[in-house]
């Protein structure tokens, strides 16, 4: 089975910390992800990665900074935490569907709490 | 206006009915379509997707394409409790990018 993994299911941080959000798939997937979702807003994209090393930024980037040092691997990084950012987050991978396309593979999330 | 457009819910249904989700998109290239389930608590998991236009059937799931009225839906059968999750549309964009419709809440009532 295709398997992303996220370190922590729940995470409670005071405002102002740094926060490291870890993720790692085992189907040696090129392309990651790192969404937050929110009740109401649906999903949003923080920042991807298509390779080691590269990274894009996505539709909300303020506030995150990531990390792809191996492939298997992508960090998320709340360079100072704010309440703002309590959410729930998101990483996938993509896997190749047939035809061509491409489908997600997600993490079971981590709900984040900043106090 | 929105790449892709869903309506949130809540949908309560009693156990047994049909079910139907839908959403609409702007982008007439859109050829690859699917529909994630996320039960509470856990990431989304693909659930199904359909090339072009047409039907797709899948137990008690059927997923349906419409290219003409830029219209995607899911029909459930038989809805069970154990249905009861939320229906995320997703439709491939740009640059290997999936663009997400906000997902509806189904609740299966026994």
């Known amino acids: 089975d295709v398997k992303v993994t996220q370190s922590s299911r729940y995470l409670v941080k005071r405002t102002g910390e740094k926060v490291f959000l870890e993720c790692v798939q085992d189907m040696d997937h090129e392309n990651m992800f790192w969404y937050r979702q929110d009740p109401g807003l649906g999903l949003r994209l923080i920042y991807f990665?298509?390779?080691?090393?590269?990274?894009e930024k996505g539709d909300i980037p303020e506030g995150y900074s990531v990390s792809r040092e191996k492939k298997e691997r992508f960090s998320l990084i709340l360079e100072s935490a704010s309440t703002n950012q309590t959410s729930m987050y998101l990483c996938?991978?993509?896997?190749?569907?047939?035809?061509?396309?491409?489908?997600?593979?997600f993490g079971s999330g981590t709900r984040l709490t900043v106090v | 206006q929105k790449e892709v457009e869903q309506d949130p819910g809540p949908l309560s249904v009693p156990e047994g009915a049909i079910v139907s989700l839908n959403c609409t998109y702007s982008?007439?290239?859109?050829?690859?379509f699917m529909w994630y389930r996320q039960y509470s608590r856990k990431g989304p998991e693909l659930l199904m997707y359909t090339y072009s236009s047409g039907n797709k059937e899948d137990g008690r799931f059927t997923a349906q394409v419409d290219k003409s009225s830029k219209y995607i839906s899911l029909f459930i059968r038989d809805s069970q409790p154990s249905d009861s999750a939320t229906y995320l549309c997703?439709?491939?964009?740009?640059?290997?990018?999936?663009?997400f419709g906000a997902g509806t809440i189904l609740r299966v009532k026994s």
């Open positions: 990665s298509y390779d080691v090393k590269m990274k």
């Open positions: 996938a991978s993509s896997a190749h569907l047939r035809g061509g396309y491409y489908g997600y593979t």
């Open positions: 982008n007439s290239a859109f050829q690859y």
């Open positions: 997703a439709i491939p964009g740009n640059g290997n990018k999936l663009v």
